[in-house]
Every structure is written in C-alpha cells, then in structure tokens.
C-alpha cells in the first residue's frame, strides 16, 4: 500500500520559513518522480515544485528563489523548504509521486498559513 505522509506545516509571519517533509512508504522511492503542490481556498490545486527521480528540479514562477525541493533516497523523503514565505503562499500543501509507468499518489497534505 502507497502512503505519503506530509509534516511541518503550520503557522508563519511573512517572511519567515518552513520546511515540509513528505515520508513515502510502499514504494520504490528511488524510482519515482516527486511533486509538492497547493491548493488555496477557492483556488485551483496548483504545482510548486518537483523533482526526478534523477534529482532535476522544476518550479513554479511564484516560487523560483525562495522554495527549494530536495529528496533523500535514504530515507524515502521529499523535502520543501519555503523561505521568505509571503501571505498568498498560504495553502494545503500536498505531496504526489509519479512513477514511471505514469502511477500517481496523493498525500493528506498539510496546512500552510502565512500571517500578514
């Protein structure tokens, strides 16, 4: 059974940092794709950044600078850390994995405020 499990979210002054893990278990973690993404209120769910299975990263405009995503083979983990984080970064951030055949997972995601 596939389960992502997302941790540190929470509440944040703007311009402050955060960093989310996203455990996997049930997979061969080494061999998918990684994806952060968010959803606001009445918003579309939007993505943030991914990462390969070969460590190449991409990022969505509103971040490239302040968030970087990182994984550890070792430990089955995908990282985001998010600085100079802003009020409109404010959302349910969730993590995916893609594998190669194309299988995709969703975690429960996490709750990221940032107050004003």
């Known amino acids: 059974q596939v389960r992502l499990v997302e941790s540190g979210g929470g509440l944040v002054q703007a311009g402050g940092s955060l960093r989310l893990s996203c455990a996997a278990s049930?997979?061969?973690?080494?061999?998918?794709?990684m994806g952060w993404y968010r959803q606001a209120p009445g918003k579309q769910r939007e993505l943030v950044a991914r990462i390969t299975s070969g460590g190449s990263t991409n990022y969505a405009d509103s971040v490239k600078g302040r968030f970087t995503i990182s994984r550890d083979n070792t430990k089955n983990t995908v990282y985001l850390q998010m600085n100079s984080l802003k009020p409109e970064d404010t959302a349910v951030y969730c993590c995916?994995?893609?594998?190669?055949?194309?299988?995709?997972?969703w975690g429960q995601g996490t709750q990221v405020t940032v107050s004003s």
């Open positions: 049930g997979i061969i973690f080494s061999a998918n794709d």
């Open positions: 995916n994995r893609q594998s190669p055949g194309g299988l995709m997972n």
